[in-house]
Protein backbone atom coordinates (compact mmCIF):
# COMPACT_ATOMS: atom_id res chain seq x y z
CA UNK A 1 0.00 0.00 0.00
CA UNK A 2 2.67 2.46 0.58
CA UNK A 3 4.63 1.80 -2.50
CA UNK A 4 1.44 2.29 -4.13
CA UNK A 5 0.82 5.54 -2.27
CA UNK A 6 4.16 6.68 -3.32
CA UNK A 7 4.11 5.81 -6.99
CA UNK A 8 0.70 7.97 -6.87
CA UNK A 9 2.67 10.59 -5.75
CA UNK A 10 5.36 10.49 -8.02
CA UNK A 11 3.17 9.95 -10.71
CA UNK A 12 0.95 12.89 -9.71
CA UNK A 13 4.12 15.37 -9.70
CA UNK A 14 5.43 14.36 -12.77
CA UNK A 15 1.59 15.03 -14.38
CA UNK A 16 1.78 18.56 -12.40
CA UNK A 17 5.71 19.52 -14.03
CA UNK A 18 4.23 18.40 -17.75
CA UNK A 19 1.07 19.98 -17.17
CA UNK A 20 2.48 23.32 -16.18
CA UNK A 21 5.03 23.20 -18.22
CA UNK A 22 2.83 22.57 -21.79
CA UNK A 23 0.25 25.29 -20.13
CA UNK A 24 3.65 27.96 -20.69
CA UNK A 25 4.18 26.90 -23.62
CA UNK A 26 0.22 27.15 -25.21
CA UNK A 27 -0.23 30.88 -23.45
CA UNK A 28 3.30 31.75 -25.26
CA UNK A 29 1.64 30.27 -28.57
CA UNK A 30 -1.45 32.48 -28.47
CA UNK A 31 0.27 35.41 -27.23
CA UNK A 32 2.92 35.46 -29.92
CA UNK A 33 0.43 34.16 -32.72
CA UNK A 34 -0.17 37.84 -34.52
CA UNK A 35 3.59 39.00 -33.88
CA UNK A 36 5.04 39.22 -37.33
CA UNK A 37 8.15 37.28 -36.71
CA UNK A 38 9.92 37.50 -40.09
CA UNK A 39 10.98 40.94 -39.13
CA UNK A 40 14.09 42.00 -37.54
CA UNK A 41 11.87 43.72 -34.96
CA UNK A 42 9.12 41.15 -34.87
CA UNK A 43 11.56 38.48 -34.13
CA UNK A 44 14.35 39.82 -32.01
CA UNK A 45 12.59 42.63 -30.53
CA UNK A 46 8.79 41.40 -30.04
CA UNK A 47 7.82 44.01 -32.38
CA UNK A 48 8.69 47.19 -29.95
CA UNK A 49 5.66 45.87 -28.15
CA UNK A 50 6.79 44.66 -24.43
CA UNK A 51 5.32 46.70 -21.19
CA UNK A 52 7.12 47.47 -17.97
CA UNK A 53 5.70 44.40 -16.00
CA UNK A 54 6.73 41.95 -19.29
CA UNK A 55 10.11 43.29 -18.99
CA UNK A 56 10.18 43.16 -15.30
CA UNK A 57 9.06 39.29 -15.54
CA UNK A 58 11.44 38.66 -18.31
CA UNK A 59 14.48 40.37 -16.81
CA UNK A 60 14.01 38.52 -13.59
CA UNK A 61 14.17 35.34 -15.01
CA UNK A 62 16.40 35.47 -17.92
CA UNK A 63 18.92 35.94 -14.83
CA UNK A 64 17.86 33.87 -12.11
CA UNK A 65 18.43 30.43 -13.34
CA UNK A 66 20.00 27.39 -12.00
CA UNK A 67 23.47 28.32 -12.21
CA UNK A 68 22.20 31.45 -10.08
CA UNK A 69 19.94 29.53 -7.61
CA UNK A 70 22.54 26.41 -7.38
CA UNK A 71 25.53 27.65 -7.88
CA UNK A 72 24.85 31.30 -5.37
CA UNK A 73 23.16 29.01 -3.15
CA UNK A 74 26.04 26.76 -3.12
CA UNK A 75 28.53 29.51 -2.34
CA UNK A 76 26.00 30.78 0.57
CA UNK A 77 26.19 27.27 1.76
CA UNK A 78 30.17 27.63 2.45
CA UNK A 79 30.66 31.30 3.11
CA UNK A 80 26.80 32.13 4.44
CA UNK A 81 25.28 35.93 3.04
CA UNK A 82 27.95 37.63 2.17
CA UNK A 83 27.67 36.12 -1.60
CA UNK A 84 24.63 38.59 -1.91
CA UNK A 85 26.26 41.61 -3.00
CA UNK A 86 25.94 39.22 -6.39
CA UNK A 87 21.83 40.02 -5.93
CA UNK A 88 20.91 43.64 -4.25
CA UNK A 89 24.07 45.38 -5.96
CA UNK A 90 22.37 44.45 -9.33
CA UNK A 91 19.09 46.55 -8.17
CA UNK A 92 21.41 49.63 -8.54
CA UNK A 93 23.13 48.64 -11.82
CA UNK A 94 19.80 48.20 -13.38
CA UNK A 95 18.86 51.66 -11.69
CA UNK A 96 21.67 53.15 -13.67
CA UNK A 97 20.63 51.76 -16.32
CA UNK A 98 17.35 52.06 -16.61
CA UNK A 99 18.20 55.81 -15.76
CA UNK A 100 21.32 56.56 -17.85
CA UNK A 101 21.82 53.65 -20.51
CA UNK A 102 18.41 53.12 -21.91
CA UNK A 103 17.46 56.21 -22.95
CA UNK A 104 20.53 56.81 -25.47
CA UNK A 105 19.79 53.40 -26.82
CA UNK A 106 16.23 53.75 -27.36
CA UNK A 107 17.01 57.40 -28.83
CA UNK A 108 19.44 55.49 -31.16
CA UNK A 109 16.60 52.62 -32.39
CA UNK A 110 19.34 50.09 -32.03
CA UNK A 111 18.05 46.15 -31.61
CA UNK A 112 21.90 45.13 -30.41
CA UNK A 113 24.64 46.72 -28.71
CA UNK A 114 26.81 46.00 -31.09
CA UNK A 115 25.15 48.09 -33.34
CA UNK A 116 25.44 51.22 -31.17
CA UNK A 117 29.41 50.56 -31.78
CA UNK A 118 29.43 49.91 -35.20
CA UNK A 119 28.05 53.44 -35.45
CA UNK A 120 30.38 54.87 -32.56
CA UNK A 121 33.78 53.58 -33.78
CA UNK A 122 33.19 51.05 -37.07
CA UNK A 123 32.27 48.03 -38.28
CA UNK A 124 35.06 46.05 -37.20
CA UNK A 125 34.70 47.08 -33.57
CA UNK A 126 30.95 45.76 -33.93
CA UNK A 127 32.16 42.18 -35.34
CA UNK A 128 34.52 41.70 -32.73
CA UNK A 129 32.60 42.67 -30.08
CA UNK A 130 29.85 40.30 -31.01
CA UNK A 131 32.10 37.91 -31.87
CA UNK A 132 33.16 38.18 -27.90
CA UNK A 133 29.76 37.85 -26.53
CA UNK A 134 28.58 34.58 -28.80
CA UNK A 135 32.34 33.43 -28.02
CA UNK A 136 31.27 33.94 -24.22
CA UNK A 137 27.85 32.48 -24.52
CA UNK A 138 28.68 29.35 -26.11
CA UNK A 139 32.06 28.51 -24.06
CA UNK A 140 30.47 29.58 -20.82
CA UNK A 141 27.22 30.67 -20.38
CA UNK A 142 25.05 28.29 -22.27
CA UNK A 143 26.80 25.13 -20.88
CA UNK A 144 26.52 26.05 -17.38
CA UNK A 145 23.01 26.70 -17.45
CA UNK A 146 22.37 23.73 -18.90
CA UNK A 147 24.91 21.46 -16.28
CA UNK A 148 23.54 23.64 -13.26
CA UNK A 149 19.91 22.88 -14.64
CA UNK A 150 20.47 19.26 -15.18
CA UNK A 151 22.05 18.84 -12.03
CA UNK A 152 19.17 19.80 -9.62
CA UNK A 153 16.25 18.26 -12.19
CA UNK A 154 18.53 15.15 -11.95
CA UNK A 155 18.95 15.23 -8.36
CA UNK A 156 15.34 16.17 -6.97
CA UNK A 157 13.67 13.29 -9.42
CA UNK A 158 16.34 10.98 -8.79
CA UNK A 159 16.85 10.32 -12.49
CA UNK A 160 19.88 7.80 -12.20
CA UNK A 161 17.68 5.83 -9.99
CA UNK A 162 14.24 5.98 -12.02
CA UNK A 163 16.01 5.77 -15.18
CA UNK A 164 18.73 3.07 -14.01
CA UNK A 165 21.57 5.27 -15.66
CA UNK A 166 24.64 6.68 -13.77
CA UNK A 167 25.07 10.09 -12.78
CA UNK A 168 27.01 10.80 -15.59
CA UNK A 169 24.67 9.83 -18.14
CA UNK A 170 21.66 11.45 -15.96
CA UNK A 171 23.39 14.62 -16.55
CA UNK A 172 24.01 13.65 -20.01
CA UNK A 173 20.07 13.13 -20.54
CA UNK A 174 19.20 15.80 -18.71
CA UNK A 175 21.31 18.33 -20.65
CA UNK A 176 19.66 17.62 -24.14
CA UNK A 177 15.70 17.59 -22.92
CA UNK A 178 16.65 20.92 -21.63
CA UNK A 179 18.67 22.03 -24.66
CA UNK A 180 16.13 21.13 -27.35
CA UNK A 181 13.26 22.58 -25.52
CA UNK A 182 14.96 25.56 -24.54
CA UNK A 183 15.89 25.68 -28.42
CA UNK A 184 12.55 25.41 -29.90
CA UNK A 185 11.53 28.44 -27.35
CA UNK A 186 14.15 30.82 -28.54
CA UNK A 187 14.87 29.25 -32.22
CA UNK A 188 11.23 29.26 -33.65
CA UNK A 189 9.76 31.33 -30.87
CA UNK A 190 11.32 35.07 -31.11
CA UNK A 191 12.16 37.24 -28.36
CA UNK A 192 8.08 37.74 -27.89
CA UNK A 193 7.45 33.87 -27.09
CA UNK A 194 10.78 33.95 -24.78
CA UNK A 195 9.46 37.09 -22.81
CA UNK A 196 5.77 36.18 -22.53
CA UNK A 197 6.65 32.22 -21.22
CA UNK A 198 9.34 34.33 -18.87
CA UNK A 199 6.31 36.32 -16.90
CA UNK A 200 4.06 33.51 -16.88
CA UNK A 201 7.39 30.88 -14.85
CA UNK A 202 9.09 34.36 -12.74
CA UNK A 203 5.47 34.11 -11.10
CA UNK A 204 5.49 30.70 -10.12
CA UNK A 205 9.19 30.65 -9.65
CA UNK A 206 8.67 33.45 -7.08
CA UNK A 207 6.37 31.39 -5.36
CA UNK A 208 8.15 28.44 -5.59
CA UNK A 209 11.46 30.09 -4.80
CA UNK A 210 9.88 31.62 -1.44
CA UNK A 211 8.29 28.06 -0.89
CA UNK A 212 12.15 26.45 -0.30
CA UNK A 213 13.36 28.71 2.94
CA UNK A 214 9.81 28.93 4.15
CA UNK A 215 9.57 25.01 4.41
CA UNK A 216 13.31 24.93 5.34
CA UNK A 217 12.68 27.33 8.48
CA UNK A 218 9.44 25.12 9.20
CA UNK A 219 11.62 22.36 9.83
CA UNK A 220 14.46 23.91 11.86
CA UNK A 221 11.85 25.38 13.81
CA UNK A 222 9.57 22.27 14.41
CA UNK A 223 6.35 24.29 12.55
CA UNK A 224 7.32 27.87 13.26
CA UNK A 225 9.24 29.90 11.25
CA UNK A 226 9.90 32.55 13.42
CA UNK A 227 11.33 29.86 15.81
CA UNK A 228 13.26 28.51 12.67
CA UNK A 229 14.87 32.18 11.91
CA UNK A 230 16.08 32.20 15.61
CA UNK A 231 17.75 28.68 15.47
CA UNK A 232 19.26 29.62 12.35
CA UNK A 233 20.56 32.76 13.59
CA UNK A 234 21.72 31.66 17.46
CA UNK A 235 23.38 28.78 15.55
CA UNK A 236 24.90 30.00 12.90
CA UNK A 237 26.33 34.00 13.68
CA UNK A 238 29.08 33.72 11.41
CA UNK A 239 26.84 33.08 8.22
CA UNK A 240 24.68 36.50 8.59
CA UNK A 241 27.60 38.68 8.01
CA UNK A 242 27.46 40.70 4.75
CA UNK A 243 31.36 41.95 5.49
CA UNK A 244 32.98 38.97 5.72
CA UNK A 245 36.95 38.13 5.62
CA UNK A 246 39.60 39.06 2.89
CA UNK A 247 39.61 35.33 2.10
CA UNK A 248 36.42 35.16 0.92
CA UNK A 249 34.95 34.84 -2.50
CA UNK A 250 33.54 38.09 -2.44
CA UNK A 251 35.92 40.28 -0.42
CA UNK A 252 34.04 43.38 1.03
CA UNK A 253 36.05 45.81 -0.81
CA UNK A 254 35.30 44.51 -3.79
CA UNK A 255 32.17 46.00 -3.85
CA UNK A 256 33.63 49.16 -4.63
CA UNK A 257 35.71 48.01 -7.71
CA UNK A 258 34.62 44.95 -9.94
CA UNK A 259 31.77 43.98 -8.66
CA UNK A 260 29.82 47.22 -10.10
CA UNK A 261 31.74 47.05 -13.08
CA UNK A 262 30.32 43.54 -13.17
CA UNK A 263 26.81 44.53 -12.26
CA UNK A 264 26.90 47.45 -14.79
CA UNK A 265 28.12 45.09 -17.63
CA UNK A 266 25.52 42.56 -17.24
CA UNK A 267 22.23 45.05 -16.63
CA UNK A 268 23.39 47.66 -18.89
CA UNK A 269 24.87 45.84 -21.92
CA UNK A 270 25.20 42.32 -22.00
CA UNK A 271 22.69 41.51 -25.28
CA UNK A 272 20.64 38.73 -23.40
CA UNK A 273 19.72 40.65 -20.63
CA UNK A 274 19.07 44.61 -22.92
CA UNK A 275 17.64 42.78 -25.47
CA UNK A 276 14.07 42.82 -23.18
CA UNK A 277 14.42 46.22 -22.34
CA UNK A 278 15.35 47.19 -26.36
CA UNK A 279 11.99 45.78 -27.10
CA UNK A 280 10.13 47.82 -25.06
CA UNK A 281 7.10 49.70 -26.43
CA UNK A 282 8.28 53.11 -25.17
CA UNK A 283 10.90 54.51 -22.59
CA UNK A 284 8.94 54.71 -19.56
CA UNK A 285 7.32 51.03 -20.14
CA UNK A 286 11.15 50.26 -20.17
CA UNK A 287 11.78 52.23 -16.94
CA UNK A 288 9.37 51.33 -15.35
CA UNK A 289 10.16 47.58 -16.42
CA UNK A 290 13.27 47.80 -14.76
CA UNK A 291 13.01 49.77 -11.57
CA UNK A 292 10.12 46.94 -10.92
CA UNK A 293 13.13 44.13 -11.51
CA UNK A 294 15.36 45.92 -9.41
CA UNK A 295 12.68 46.24 -6.39
CA UNK A 296 12.31 42.44 -6.91
CA UNK A 297 15.80 41.79 -7.51
CA UNK A 298 16.70 43.42 -3.40
CA UNK A 299 14.31 40.37 -2.43
CA UNK A 300 16.17 37.59 -4.35
CA UNK A 301 19.18 36.62 -1.15
CA UNK A 302 15.33 35.33 0.14
CA UNK A 303 15.39 32.73 -2.67
CA UNK A 304 19.24 32.41 -3.72
CA UNK A 305 21.01 32.93 -0.63
CA UNK A 306 18.81 32.33 2.48
CA UNK A 307 18.32 28.15 1.58
CA UNK A 308 21.92 27.92 1.29
CA UNK A 309 22.25 28.99 4.77
CA UNK A 310 19.59 26.58 5.92
CA UNK A 311 21.29 23.76 4.02
CA UNK A 312 24.46 24.23 5.57
CA UNK A 313 22.72 23.84 8.88
CA UNK A 314 20.72 20.80 8.00
CA UNK A 315 23.44 18.89 6.21
CA UNK A 316 26.48 20.40 7.59
CA UNK A 317 29.88 18.76 6.68
CA UNK A 318 28.25 15.80 5.46
CA UNK A 319 27.72 17.68 1.52
CA UNK A 320 30.90 17.10 -0.20
CA UNK A 321 29.64 19.22 -3.35
CA UNK A 322 28.00 22.50 -2.23
CA UNK A 323 26.57 22.95 -5.48
CA UNK A 324 24.12 19.92 -4.15
CA UNK A 325 23.30 22.11 -1.17
CA UNK A 326 19.89 23.49 -3.19
CA UNK A 327 18.47 20.53 -4.69
CA UNK A 328 18.80 18.07 -1.65
CA UNK A 329 17.19 20.69 0.60
CA UNK A 330 14.60 20.93 -2.02
CA UNK A 331 14.21 16.65 -1.90
CA UNK A 332 14.34 16.95 2.26
CA UNK A 333 11.63 19.58 2.84
CA UNK A 334 9.51 20.08 -0.10
CA UNK A 335 6.16 17.77 0.21
CA UNK A 336 6.24 15.44 -2.51
CA UNK A 337 2.74 16.91 -3.72
CA UNK A 338 4.45 19.88 -4.79
CA UNK A 339 7.93 18.83 -6.33
CA UNK A 340 6.12 18.51 -9.80
CA UNK A 341 5.31 22.15 -9.38
CA UNK A 342 8.07 22.97 -8.23
CA UNK A 343 10.26 21.63 -10.79
CA UNK A 344 8.18 23.01 -13.39
CA UNK A 345 9.24 26.40 -12.91
CA UNK A 346 12.47 25.82 -12.43
CA UNK A 347 12.53 23.62 -15.41
CA UNK A 348 10.84 27.12 -16.89
CA UNK A 349 13.74 29.57 -15.36
CA UNK A 350 16.88 26.81 -16.80
CA UNK A 351 14.81 27.25 -20.31
CA UNK A 352 14.34 31.00 -19.58
CA UNK A 353 18.17 31.99 -19.17
CA UNK A 354 19.06 28.95 -21.74
CA UNK A 355 16.73 30.62 -24.83
CA UNK A 356 17.45 34.27 -23.76
CA UNK A 357 21.27 33.95 -24.09
CA UNK A 358 20.65 31.68 -27.35
CA UNK A 359 17.65 34.33 -28.63
CA UNK A 360 20.31 37.25 -28.29
CA UNK A 361 22.94 35.10 -29.98
CA UNK A 362 20.98 34.50 -33.14
CA UNK A 363 20.11 38.07 -33.20
CA UNK A 364 23.77 38.96 -33.06
CA UNK A 365 24.59 36.63 -35.80
CA UNK A 366 21.47 37.32 -38.30
CA UNK A 367 22.26 41.52 -37.53
CA UNK A 368 25.91 41.85 -36.94
CA UNK A 369 27.77 39.15 -38.76
CA UNK A 370 25.28 37.18 -41.32
CA UNK A 371 23.83 40.30 -42.66
CA UNK A 372 27.38 42.20 -42.84
CA UNK A 373 29.69 39.88 -43.97
CA UNK A 374 27.48 36.86 -45.64
CA UNK A 375 24.75 38.45 -47.46
CA UNK A 376 24.83 42.50 -47.22
CA UNK A 377 21.35 42.06 -50.04
CA UNK A 378 19.70 39.61 -47.58
CA UNK A 379 15.95 40.77 -47.21
CA UNK A 380 14.72 40.13 -43.12
CA UNK A 381 13.33 36.70 -43.74
CA UNK A 382 17.29 35.57 -45.06
CA UNK A 383 18.43 37.47 -41.95
CA UNK A 384 15.79 35.52 -39.53
CA UNK A 385 16.68 32.29 -41.12
CA UNK A 386 19.92 32.61 -40.94
CA UNK A 387 20.31 33.32 -37.50
CA UNK A 388 17.70 30.62 -36.48
CA UNK A 389 20.04 27.93 -38.09
CA UNK A 390 22.94 29.47 -36.58
CA UNK A 391 21.15 29.31 -33.15
CA UNK A 392 20.71 25.56 -33.85
CA UNK A 393 24.22 24.96 -34.05
CA UNK A 394 25.15 27.06 -31.02
CA UNK A 395 22.61 25.05 -28.84
CA UNK A 396 24.36 21.53 -30.20
CA UNK A 397 27.72 22.83 -29.17
CA UNK A 398 26.55 24.29 -26.02
CA UNK A 399 24.82 20.59 -25.09
CA UNK A 400 27.80 18.98 -26.12
CA UNK A 401 30.17 21.21 -23.78
CA UNK A 402 27.83 21.28 -20.74
CA UNK A 403 28.47 17.85 -19.10
CA UNK A 404 32.47 18.45 -18.90
CA UNK A 405 31.62 21.64 -16.36
CA UNK A 406 30.91 18.92 -13.48
CA UNK A 407 34.62 19.90 -11.83
CA UNK A 408 34.51 23.67 -12.00
CA UNK A 409 36.67 25.25 -9.19
CA UNK A 410 34.96 27.58 -6.53
CA UNK A 411 31.84 26.08 -7.75
CA UNK A 412 29.33 26.92 -10.33
CA UNK A 413 28.61 30.55 -9.93
CA UNK A 414 32.35 31.87 -9.46
CA UNK A 415 33.54 29.91 -11.88
CA UNK A 416 30.90 31.91 -13.87
CA UNK A 417 31.73 35.13 -12.65
CA UNK A 418 35.73 34.62 -13.50
CA UNK A 419 35.73 33.72 -17.10
CA UNK A 420 32.90 35.99 -18.23
CA UNK A 421 35.80 39.13 -17.28
CA UNK A 422 37.53 37.89 -20.67
CA UNK A 423 34.75 39.86 -21.97
CA UNK A 424 32.51 41.54 -20.27
CA UNK A 425 35.40 44.45 -19.04
CA UNK A 426 36.57 45.32 -22.62
CA UNK A 427 32.84 45.42 -24.03
CA UNK A 428 31.88 47.80 -21.11
CA UNK A 429 35.15 49.63 -21.15
CA UNK A 430 34.29 50.60 -24.94
CA UNK A 431 30.66 51.37 -24.68
CA UNK A 432 31.17 53.72 -21.73
CA UNK A 433 34.31 55.64 -23.71
CA UNK A 434 31.57 55.88 -26.52
CA UNK A 435 28.96 57.46 -25.22
CA UNK A 436 31.49 59.59 -22.86
CA UNK A 437 32.88 61.02 -25.69
CA UNK A 438 32.87 62.10 -28.89
CA UNK A 439 36.43 62.11 -30.52
CA UNK A 440 37.78 58.83 -29.38
CA UNK A 441 38.40 56.67 -32.52
CA UNK A 442 38.08 53.21 -33.64
CA UNK A 443 41.23 52.13 -33.12
CA UNK A 444 41.44 53.11 -29.83
CA UNK A 445 38.34 50.73 -29.64
CA UNK A 446 39.82 47.87 -31.12
CA UNK A 447 42.94 48.08 -28.97
CA UNK A 448 41.15 48.23 -25.59
CA UNK A 449 38.91 45.57 -26.52
CA UNK A 450 41.32 42.94 -27.80
CA UNK A 451 43.93 44.06 -24.55
CA UNK A 452 41.29 43.93 -22.39
CA UNK A 453 40.52 40.08 -23.20
CA UNK A 454 43.93 39.01 -23.81
CA UNK A 455 45.60 40.10 -20.62
CA UNK A 456 42.38 38.91 -18.65
CA UNK A 457 43.17 35.50 -20.14
CA UNK A 458 46.65 35.65 -19.24
CA UNK A 459 45.72 36.41 -15.83
CA UNK A 460 43.29 33.92 -15.41
CA UNK A 461 46.01 31.17 -17.42
CA UNK A 462 48.73 31.93 -14.52
CA UNK A 463 46.20 32.43 -11.39
CA UNK A 464 45.10 28.79 -12.03
CA UNK A 465 48.60 27.27 -12.88
CA UNK A 466 51.98 28.39 -12.12
CA UNK A 467 51.06 31.95 -10.03
CA UNK A 468 47.59 30.63 -8.24
CA UNK A 469 46.92 32.89 -5.22
CA UNK A 470 50.00 35.62 -6.21
CA UNK A 471 47.21 38.06 -7.81
CA UNK A 472 44.69 40.23 -6.41
CA UNK A 473 41.16 39.06 -6.41
CA UNK A 474 39.77 38.81 -10.12
CA UNK A 475 36.92 41.79 -9.40
CA UNK A 476 40.34 43.94 -8.74
CA UNK A 477 41.92 42.95 -11.52
CA UNK A 478 38.69 43.57 -13.92
CA UNK A 479 38.57 47.00 -12.20
CA UNK A 480 42.35 47.59 -13.06
CA UNK A 481 42.31 46.57 -16.20
CA UNK A 482 39.07 48.51 -16.72
CA UNK A 483 40.89 51.78 -15.83
CA UNK A 484 43.72 51.07 -17.28
CA UNK A 485 42.19 50.35 -20.99
CA UNK A 486 39.69 53.53 -20.44
CA UNK A 487 43.56 55.47 -20.20
CA UNK A 488 44.93 53.66 -23.13
CA UNK A 489 41.73 54.77 -25.09
CA UNK A 490 41.87 58.33 -24.03
CA UNK A 491 45.25 58.83 -24.82
CA UNK A 492 44.44 57.70 -28.44
CA UNK A 493 41.63 59.88 -28.67
CA UNK A 494 43.94 63.07 -27.61
CA UNK A 495 46.82 62.00 -30.05
CA UNK A 496 44.72 60.44 -32.51
CA UNK A 497 41.42 62.08 -32.16
CA UNK A 498 38.48 61.52 -34.63
CA UNK A 499 38.67 63.24 -38.31
CA UNK A 500 34.58 64.43 -37.07
CA UNK A 501 33.29 64.26 -33.71
CA UNK A 502 30.65 61.84 -33.17
CA UNK A 503 26.79 62.87 -32.89
CA UNK A 504 23.80 60.69 -31.59
CA UNK A 505 21.76 59.38 -34.13
CA UNK A 506 17.81 59.40 -33.06
CA UNK A 507 14.88 57.81 -34.36
CA UNK A 508 11.16 58.53 -34.24
CA UNK A 509 10.55 54.74 -34.02
CA UNK A 510 10.14 55.16 -29.80
CA UNK A 511 9.03 57.30 -27.78
CA UNK A 512 11.72 58.22 -25.33
CA UNK A 513 9.39 60.53 -23.01
CA UNK A 514 10.92 59.52 -19.26
CA UNK A 515 8.85 57.80 -16.60
CA UNK A 516 8.49 61.15 -14.33
CA UNK A 517 9.23 58.93 -11.45
CA UNK A 518 12.03 57.47 -12.65
CA UNK A 519 14.76 59.20 -10.39
CA UNK A 520 12.32 59.34 -7.08
CA UNK A 521 11.95 55.33 -7.30
CA UNK A 522 15.81 55.09 -8.31
CA UNK A 523 16.72 56.29 -6.02
CA UNK A 524 14.78 54.92 -2.76
CA UNK A 525 16.27 51.23 -4.25
CA UNK A 526 19.83 52.36 -3.72
CA UNK A 527 18.82 53.72 -0.57
CA UNK A 528 17.32 50.49 0.54
CA UNK A 529 20.11 48.46 -0.76
CA UNK A 530 22.73 50.87 1.61
CA UNK A 531 20.61 50.26 4.67
CA UNK A 532 20.18 46.14 4.14
CA UNK A 533 24.20 46.27 4.03
CA UNK A 534 24.67 48.87 7.25
CA UNK A 535 21.84 46.06 8.87
CA UNK A 536 23.71 43.34 7.89
CA UNK A 537 27.28 44.54 8.93
Known sequence: MGTLFKFLLDYIGILSFLGFTLLVGIIAYFATRKTDENTSDGY????????????????????LSTEQIVGLNGQAFTEGILVMAWETLAAIAMVITAVFLLPRYLKGGITTVPQFLERRYDTTTKAITSGLFLTGYVVVFLPIVLYSGS?????????????????????????????????????????????VSDTINAVGLLIGGIMIPVFGL???????IGNGLATLFKDNPEKFNAVGSNEATVPFATIFTGMMLVQLFYWGTNQAIIQRALGAKNLKE???????????????????????????????????NPDEAYPTLVSKVLPLSLVGFFAAVLFGA???????????????????????YFNKEASERQVVKAGKLFGIVLALLAMFIAPFIANAPDGLFGYLQQVNGCYSIPILTIIVVGYLTKNVPAIAAKIAIISGAVLYLIYVVLDGTIMKDQFPHFLHVMAILFVFNIAVMLIIGKLYPREVAYTQRYTEEVDITPWRAVKIVGGSICVIVIGIYIYFS
Not at 163 to 191: H, N, P, Q, R
Not at 288 to 293: E, N, P, V
Open 286 to 320: GQKGLLLASFIKILGPLIVVLPGVIAFHMFGDTLT
Open 44 to 63: FLGGRSLTGVVIAGSLLLTN
Open 350 to 372: ILSSFNSALNSSVTLFGIDIYKE
Open 151 to 195: LAISTMFNVPELLGVSKEMSIWICVFGIGITGSIYAIFGGLKAVA
Open 218 to 224: LEIGDGS
